[in-house]
């Protein structure tokens, strides 16, 4: 099998071999090509001395900030392409760093030290594979394994369990049944990780494929990782909407929405709350009033610590607070507020979100449900066909037209603008100019009257 490199990477192994150095490309761009997908991000391995690779690349751009560590960038025709020295790592006293990196002339001691089997394969168009550890046999089976020993392999690094969980997701490959166990028996150390890594491999391991078999057969490294979903485990639903427990349900929501990180995470949280609002009525049914809430300040809580950007962490809330709408039963003057409230986007997506929650219920209502999202998502889009109007400043005039036609600036300004844009919204009257300086003037005239009144009491 021949891998085709990109022409830069190609160049600059050549320039690295005519120094009398071996080369190879490594890692997760070597497992992709071989599986017929384009490959981002070649990182080479060289058995050059970090000084030697600067040698090589004389007259070139290079960068030497991790020169340290055995990495060196260079820029070549424009890309920058990160050259390693082989080496051994030594000593993970924090599961995560190493504490001693030692340099080596052989590739297959190199690929000792990483994590996978699928990530262990070294490609040279000169010397062709090294695959010391069945990596491509692994890849023909569509296996997730260790190199060498497990635990061995996790104490140095505790983020390579959520990778394992993560490229299984992604590939659609299962976990070899020793490097499974271990990812169990090791979940404690992730504690040891910064929630910034946590929460980019709990991203991409959300949108993958595989998602929610990850969830229902990991779970117990979600729960430690973000204890606050454990509580839907077992929380039962005995309604005849549902038939799942919290935790059940939230898995088949997962799988259902589209796999972007803001949805993923939406419907992994939509339902937190449920377990701290369940009431069980005289009959045996389950209720769970005012747990959307509930499930917005534990999604917040979560986000927050996991350091997310603000602008994610609000969107996600508002996807989980108003998840639960009724979207054939809301009028086209409440859309609009909610479009006011929310914007047009996250409106549009509480339709994807309830498809989802609904897909995750009890089936014999599936359909019926289905009717009512299409119901309510033809109201929005007829709104979207029209002129916008759903914010104060959407409107014709401002607080300056108020002022000339005589009502002296205070907080009345507002409050007749509010009125302005609920008739706009409710359709009573027209947002042009000339309508709503009509019915300003109506307005002001009514307040001074009010004001009159008030004034000879």
């Keep these: 099998?021949?891998?085709?490199?990109?022409?830069?990477?190609?160049?600059?192994?050549?320039?690295?071999?005519?120094?009398?150095h071996s080369a190879y490309v490594v890692g997760g761009a070597v497992r992709d090509a071989i599986m017929g997908k384009t490959a981002d991000d070649w990182d080479i391995t060289t058995s050059a001395?970090?000084?030697?690779t600067v040698r090589a690349f004389n007259g070139f751009r290079v960068?030497?900030?991790?020169i340290k560590h055995g990495t060196?960038?260079?820029?070549?025709?424009?890309?920058?392409l990160e050259i390693t020295t082989y080496r051994i790592e030594t000593?993970?006293?924090?599961?995560?760093?190493?504490?001693?990196?030692?340099?080596?002339?052989?590739?297959?001691?190199?690929?000792?030290?990483?994590?996978?089997?699928?990530?262990?394969i070294a490609y040279s168009p000169k010397?062709?594979?090294?695959?010391?550890?069945?990596?491509?046999?692994?890849?023909?089976?569509?296996?997730?394994?260790?190199?060498?020993?497990?635990?061995?392999?996790?104490?140095?690094?505790?983020?390579?369990?959520l990778r394992a969980l993560r490229f299984s997701s992604v590939l659609g490959f299962e976990i070899e049944p020793g490097t499974a166990e271990s990812i169990h028996r090791n979940c404690n150390s992730l504690k040891n990780i910064s929630v910034e890594r946590i929460f980019v491999e709990l991203s991409k391991l959300l949108c993958g494929k595989d998602a929610g078999r990850i969830l229902r057969e990991y779970e117990d490294i979600f729960f430690f990782i973000?204890?606050?979903?454990?509580?839907?485990?077992?929380?039962?639903?005995?309604?005849?909407?549902?038939?799942?427990?919290?935790?059940?349900?939230?898995?088949?929501?997962?799988?259902?929405?589209?796999?972007?990180?803001?949805?993923?995470?939406?419907?992994?949280?939509?339902d937190s709350g449920k377990p701290h609002c369940k009431i069980t009525d005289e009959n045996g049914t389950d209720h769970f009033y005012g747990h959307s809430k509930v499930s917005r300040k534990i999604a917040e809580d979560v986000l927050l610590k996991l350091k997310t950007s603000t602008a994610f962490r609000n969107r996600i809330c508002d996807l989980v607070e108003y998840h639960d709408f009724l979207p054939d039963k809301i009028s086209k003057k409440t859309y609009k507020k909610y479009i006011a409230k929310l914007g047009y986007d996250t409106v549009k997506d509480l339709f994807e979100i309830r498809k989802s929650d609904i897909s995750a219920q009890n089936p014999k209502f599936l359909a019926e449900e289905l009717v009512r999202?299409?119901?309510?998502l033809k109201i929005l889009e007829e709104i979207s066909s029209e002129e916008k109007c759903f914010k104060i400043t959407d409107l014709a005039i401002g607080g300056r037209e108020l002022v000339l036609l005589g009502l002296k600036p205070s907080p009345k300004t507002g409050k007749i603008l509010e009125i302005l844009l609920d008739e706009v919204m409710d359709e009573k009257i027209e947002n042009t100019h000339e309508a709503l300086n009509e019915r300003a003037l109506q307005l002001i005239k009514q307040q001074e009257r009010r004001d009159n009144g008030n004034c000879k009491n």
């Design 1 to 20: 099998m021949v891998i085709k490199i990109p022409p830069q990477v190609n160049r600059a192994i050549e320039i690295l071999e005519e120094n009398g």
């Design 49 to 52: 001395l970090p000084e030697e």
């Design 63 to 66: 960068i030497e900030t991790g």
């Design 72 to 80: 060196v960038t260079v820029i070549v025709d424009g890309t920058p």
């Design 91 to 120: 000593g993970y006293s924090d599961n995560r760093h190493p504490d001693r990196v030692d340099f080596t002339d052989r590739i297959e001691v190199d690929l000792s030290r990483r994590d996978f089997t699928v990530n262990s």
């Design 127 to 161: 010397r062709g594979f090294a695959d010391p550890f069945g990596g491509k046999k692994d890849i023909d089976n569509k296996l997730i394994r260790s190199v060498g020993e497990a635990d061995r392999r996790f104490g140095e690094d505790a983020l390579r369990i």
């Design 226 to 270: 973000l204890p606050e979903l454990k509580p839907m485990k077992n929380c039962l639903q005995n309604h005849e909407r549902h038939i799942f427990d919290v935790w059940g349900h939230t898995v088949k929501a997962v799988e259902s929405v589209e796999p972007v990180p803001e949805m993923r995470f939406a419907m992994l949280l939509h």
């Design 373 to 376: 999202n299409e119901s309510g």
